[in-house]
């Protein structure tokens, strides 16, 4: 029997009106990397945050190293040696490196006065014993979210941590800069003989780096398994509650007309600088094309031209042979498009609305559901948002609640169900299951697929690539605004698409040409 | 032709820049007050009420004890309180800062004038004990900057001391960088095992008192003794667009606060050759196109910081 590092007892958390944590029982071995999975919701940031003493749990106990804690607080976690990298950074843009590794532990002259040569010093130390190679004189802001997450390790090392917790640390990384995370993973534990907990829904990450695996549900700890007697399916059907078929999808029929084309498209970010830089593709009816991309190389500015939510610098769109020139978003939609946005929260529902109100945004001038131009037919909505509701699995509590109360997944199924409801020829998707359980994801996808063997154009952007693997069938990888690449899905490997989406590789030979 | 140099040298004499320094004071002590909540992320439109309190209290406790040392005893007891006030408001209970500080100098205004009326009468306070000037024998020697520099109030000297001072706290102790981290990123610093709040509090607190010195510095600084309602005359406000002007740094809000304290004084004399209404308003010109400069420049940095920017990824 190893040491235990980390035990949890009997904890259960209780925020008004959730139950985030119920009963749970957990240790942990020291020198393990365990896998905490499970849907959102499930509670394994909740149960982290009490082991970072950011929660105080309602009840139970919990023992670092043996010790009971007594006081819930980051500052006595820190003491016990936890160090705790969270889903969004905890870092302060306008410092350096060094500055934010020694945050709260400065190093001082005099007493009173931070001693910067010292703090730099210490980091480079830090990046010498654990190879985790940073310019500690660097300014954060300035550097890419890969390195920045390990400032973030850093970090909980310069405060003296053994156990590493890291909170769906790949969910913004590359599939290089994960497989570097991952090198750094193993090597601090087998050099340094650190415990990580890692939370992750990607299941195969569970089956790539970790020892064991515990699988949350609604809260609860369902089970917990040495990783090598588990296989993703059996991950998913656990995490689930059922099994999941995660089979491939089938995709019927072949491509027909042109329905998307954009050409030599240049349109601006927010900054006023170039963000998608003389691009061209088309769409056919029948197809998903699939963007491959990091964050922030032009994918969502390309979308908000396509949809009209952005002014087109130079370059043409046409949407089912109809030119998008000096219409807004309302128009364009008329041409024949609906158009899922990356942020439900903020362009896809409106929060505070109901459900009903949610599923008829953009058809109230509807004949069906409209009287004389602006009395609305309530109970003839009322029905057909009944019947949305049921066609698409939404679970929540009636059609009258706000939607900002449900939960992400069941919010996602609100925007995905008004939009492929309206039977359009052409589907522009973006992010379509960020932040949604397995359950929902599975559901979604077959949808998509479902409208593309029915004759729709899709054009898909998401940030997890094995969901543009899942549903394209073809994909084009985008760098700094530019195309780089563009494939047949099955004829490209992701490993090989990671290649792609980071950096500009024109003039070495593409696999695939359209 | 002559009376145009007789306007410039009038304008550009020592006493003018005398005048700079003395009427820069009280706008460069809330502003060095305004650049703590700054970083501290709190947007402080409170100032003006502060500097109205402080002014009032000073004279206040002057008139009580007989001695201006009194009532700047007052004035920290007094900074110390609001300071407390509205943070409670806008750190614990979370209210809208803007909000906050417009009830603050609303309610000061108020508070001020019906004391001011009930105990000193309509006319206002007059008469009682300041603070003295400061000698500096050594310095009488030197012509022009002798003469600019020498006889001010102590506030004028302190406040130097207290640019440095802070500027030293903000950006070269742990403390400052605490602060700073509270009101870019909080939740940064309470993962690090510090409570932003705390920051915040201090930060509140500070500028409560050095507001309040504002305030004494216009009632017990040079006039023996005064106070007028609505004293403070917005210096508060543009003690805020000092520390936006200064991007927060006390030094730089400093300067901002010396150039609004400049065309004040150049009003002053421009006032024998031009109607006073129309002087009057050179110092809130200056502060607006004070603050278009700091758009536009904000602007063009963010540019170049774009551009600079080496990798996509580090777009977020």
Redesign the interface.
């Known amino acids: 029997m190893q040491e235990l590092a980390v035990q949890f007892k009997h904890i259960s958390m209780e925020f008004p009106g959730v139950l985030a944590n119920d009963d749970v029982s957990l240790d942990i071995r020291r020198g393990e990397v365990f896998a905490l999975v499970g849907e959102n919701g499930a509670g394994k940031t909740t149960l982290m945050n009490i082991l970072y003493g950011i929660n105080e749990p309602t009840d139970g106990e919990v023992y670092i190293g043996g010790k009971k804690v007594e006081h819930f607080s980051p500052k006595n976690a820190i003491s016990l040696g936890v160090g705790m990298v969270h889903q969004h950074f905890m870092l302060v843009p306008s410092f350096t490196v060094a500055q934010n590794i020694v945050m709260s532990k400065e190093p001082r002259k005099l007493g009173f006065l931070f001693d910067n040569k010292a703090a730099e010093q210490k980091t480079r130390e830090l990046v010498d014993n654990y190879g985790l190679v940073v310019d500690s004189s660097a300014v954060v802001q300035e550097i890419s979210v890969g390195l920045q997450q390990r400032v973030e390790i850093l970090k909980t090392l310069y405060r003296g941590a053994d156990i590493l917790i890291l909170d769906e640390p790949t969910a913004v990384l590359t599939p290089q800069e994960t497989d570097e995370l991952f090198a750094v993973i193993r090597r601090v534990v087998k050099e340094h003989g650190m415990t990580v907990i890692i939370i992750t829904h990607k299941l195969y990450e569970v089956m790539a780096i970790s020892d064991r695996v515990g699988v949350m549900r609604k809260g609860r700890l369902i089970g917990v398994a040495d990783t090598c007697d588990m296989d993703e399916k059996k991950l998913a059907s656990m995490m689930v509650g059922r099994p999941v078929l995660y089979d491939r999808l089938e995709k019927t029929g072949v491509p027909g007309e042109e329905r998307i084309k954009v050409e030599d498209l240049h349109v601006l970010d927010n900054r006023g600088l170039p963000a998608v830089d003389g691009l061209s593709l088309s769409v056919r009816a029948g197809e998903v094309l699939g963007i491959a991309a990091i964050e922030g190389n032009g994918q969502s500015e390309l979308l908000e031209a396509i949809t009209g939510m952005r002014p087109i610098e130079n370059g043409e769109i046409s949407i089912c042979g109809q030119s998008i020139r000096g219409k807004d978003p309302g128009e364009i939609r008329q041409l024949g498009l609906a158009h899922i946005p990356e942020d439900r929260l903020a362009t896809g529902v409106s929060r505070d609305a109901s459900v009903t109100d949610n599923l008829i945004v953009g058809r109230h001038r509807e004949k069906a559901f409209n009287r004389f131009g602006f009395h609305q037919r309530t109970s003839t909505i009322e029905r057909y948002a009944q019947q949305v509701y049921d066609n698409f699995d939404i679970r929540g509590a009636g059609l009258e609640v706000n939607v900002g109360s449900m939960s992400g997944g069941n919010m996602q199924k609100v925007v995905v169900a008004r939009e492929f409801s309206f039977d359009t020829p052409v589907l522009i998707i973006a992010q379509p299951t960020r932040g949604v359980d397995v359950g929902a994801i599975e559901f979604i996808h077959s949808r998509i697929i479902e409208k593309r063997n029915a004759g729709c154009a899709i054009l898909l952007c998401s940030a997890d690539l094995d969901e543009v693997f899942r549903l394209s069938d073809r994909i084009i990888t985008m760098y700094e605004g530019h195309i780089t690449g563009h494939f047949k899905a099955s004829e490209i490997s992701k490993e090989e698409i990671g290649y792609y989406m980071t950096g500009d590789r024109s003039g070495e030979e593409a696999v695939y040409e359209k | 032709m002559d009376d145009f140099l007789n306007i410039l040298g009038s304008v550009f004499s020592a006493g003018t820049f005398n005048e700079m320094l003395r009427r820069a004071t009280p706008v460069a002590l809330a502003a060095i007050g305004g650049s703590l909540t700054e970083h501290a992320g709190i947007m402080n439109i409170g100032m003006d009420g502060m500097i109205l309190m402080g002014a009032f209290f000073g004279v206040l406790g002057s008139a009580l004890m007989s001695s201006a040392w009194g009532g700047i005893g007052m004035v920290l007891v007094l900074g110390v309180l609001v300071g407390l006030f509205f943070a409670l408001f806008v750190v614990k209970f979370r209210s809208d800062e803007f909000i906050i500080g417009c009830a603050l100098n609303t309610f000061a205004l108020g508070l001020t004038t019906y004391l001011s009326r009930a105990i000193f009468g309509t006319s206002g306070a007059k008469g009682y004990p300041s603070l003295p000037t400061v000698d500096i024998p050594f310095l009488d020697s030197i012509p022009f900057l002798g003469e600019v520099l020498n006889h001010h109030s102590l506030f004028v000297y302190l406040t130097w001391l207290l640019v440095f001072v802070l500027w030293?706290f903000i950006y070269?102790?742990?403390?400052?960088?605490?602060l700073?981290?509270s009101g870019?990123?909080p939740?940064?610093?309470?993962?690090?095992?510090?409570d932003p709040d705390k920051m915040k509090w201090i930060a509140s607190v500070l500028c409560g008192i050095l507001c309040g010195l504002a305030g004494a510095h216009l009632s017990l600084g040079y006039l023996n003794g005064t106070f007028a309602e609505n004293m403070s005359n917005s210096r508060g406000y543009i003690a805020f667009a000092c520390v936006i002007f200064g991007a927060a740094n006390p030094s730089k809000a400093y300067l901002a606060a010396l150039m609004f304290g400049f065309f004040d004084a150049i009003g002053l004399r421009l006032q024998d050759y031009v109607s006073s209404d129309l002087t009057g308003i050179i110092p809130y010109a200056i502060t607006i196109i004070m603050m278009v400069y700091v758009v536009i420049r904000g602007q063009q940095k963010?540019?170049h910081a774009?551009?600079?920017?080496?990798?996509?990824?580090?777009?977020?």
């Open positions: 030293v070269k102790t742990p403390y400052g960088f605490w700073r981290a870019e990123k939740d940064t610093l309470r993962t690090a095992g510090i963010k540019k774009a551009k600079r920017l080496p990798d996509p990824a580090g777009k977020t």
